[in-house]
């Protein structure tokens, strides 16, 4: 195998595919990055237990010529010190040679680098899993979909299943939901057409939900390319979803279990009806949980006064107490004062792209949401916490 190709359009792609590789494995092969030389362009594929990234460089493309293949072929060369390699190499210029015994050769200006690489024949191969059950999303309304509710999955293994992100295919919609059990992101999207999992009608909804490891929707999104409306295609399987863009295939695999039933634990009333600015209500409880930090469990006071005024408060008795006023636009209901996890707070509100939010209380003990007028599409909700 031999080629010359693009520095920069080799770095980016190591970059992509060495956040699926596997830096402790049973499969030693894993912690290398594979490298397939063909007469269309190089792909780079990198995979651990959980997730597969493959990112393809085409020969050419805008009439600029990215690779010069010589001698087709494949490597799989040591993931961490490849990726040092490439990223230290003095000129835009790279060849990359392999010889016998899998000696591959980088060459880069004056600099010079003999490593040796492994059978990619022993590499495992990707599934293939592209077929009928496809969507598309633009790759902007994607992200949006993962930054709005991946933060709200578990980060505990003791119930597996909360550690992803719950996506249900109901007509026209989709539906991700995630939840730790003391907080829920909900966010839906319109889908162009119906997307089936199965023609199975008789558990056509079970069949039609998947749960997706929030681990691996974290770092989809770091692979792709935000600001742009470039469709990324959808592909599910019983238990793999591959998500393929113009020159990126991501694998992952799909949680096992049933989801809890979550639609029960948003309430349908409310008691207490707060419209605020968004941006003041998260600079007010973030400075309240500068205290709250110090404490054992980051809890923020909140309570309706008279004409408007909200206080937002918190009390570390090691350390001080701050409370601070702040003017509602509308509070409509009964009279509240509620704690809750300022962290929790904070991330809902960064969350929600908007500038008010209207939070619906239904008691001091109840779980309450939080909205925008701006976006029916999401919702936040989070479990108080009880110190009053």
């Known amino acids: 195998m031999k080629f010359f190709i693009q520095k920069e359009r080799l770095t980016k792609s190591v970059q992509d595919v060495m956040k699926a590789v596997a830096s402790r494995t049973t499969i030693p092969i894993l912690i290398g990055i594979k490298i397939d030389a063909t007469d269309e362009g190089v792909a780079l594929t990198g995979s651990n237990s959980d997730i597969s990234i493959k990112s393809f460089i085409p020969k050419e493309e805008n009439d600029i010529e990215n690779v010069n293949i010589i001698e087709k072929g494949s490597i799989v060369l040591q993931a ?161 979803i591959l998500f393929k863009a113009k020159h990126l295939l991501f694998y992952s695999r799909l949680l096992e279990g049933k989801y809890p039933d979550t639609s029960k634990l948003i309430p349908t009333d409310s008691k207490t009806k707060v419209k605020i600015n968004a941006k003041d209500f998260l600079q007010a409880v973030d400075r309240a949980s500068l205290l709250a930090r110090e404490g054992k469990n980051n809890v923020v006071k909140f309570a309706t006064l008279d004409q408007e005024i909200l206080e937002i408060s918190s009390y570390t008795p090691e350390i001080g107490k701050v409370v601070e006023k702040v003017k509602g636009l509308s509070v409509e209901g009964e009279e509240i004062k509620i704690s809750f996890s300022a962290k929790y707070m904070i991330d809902a509100l960064r969350a929600i792209d908007g500038s008010e939010v209207t939070i619906y209380f239904t008691g001091a003990m109840r779980p309450f949401v939080i909205k925008t007028d701006q976006d029916e599409t999401i919702l936040q909700l989070i479990l108080p916490v009880r110190t009053f």
């Open 80 to 240: 961490r010190f490849f990726s040092e390699v490439v990223r230290k190499l003095p000129e835009s210029i790279v060849e990359i040679t392999v010889e016998d015994q899998f000696k591959t050769v980088i060459r880069s200006g004056n600099a010079e680098f003999i490593i040796h690489g492994l059978d990619a024949e022993e590499y495992p191969r990707l599934p293939q899993i592209e077929g009928e059950n496809r969507l598309s999303l633009p790759t902007d309304l994607l992200i949006t979909l993962v930054k709005q509710t991946v933060f709200a999955v578990s980060q505990s293994e003791t119930r597996p299943i909360l550690t992803g992100v719950h996506w249900v295919f109901e007509n026209n919609e989709l539906i991700a939901v995630a939840t730790d059990s003391h907080r829920l992101a909900l966010k839906k999207v319109t889908l162009q057409k119906e997307f089936l999992k199965s023609n199975d009608e008789t558990d056509k909804k079970q069949e039609n939900s998947i749960v997706i490891p929030g681990k691996s929707l974290s770092e989809l999104i770091k692979v792709l390319e935000d600001n742009t409306q470039e469709p990324i295609d959808i592909f599910v399987t019983d238990n793999q």
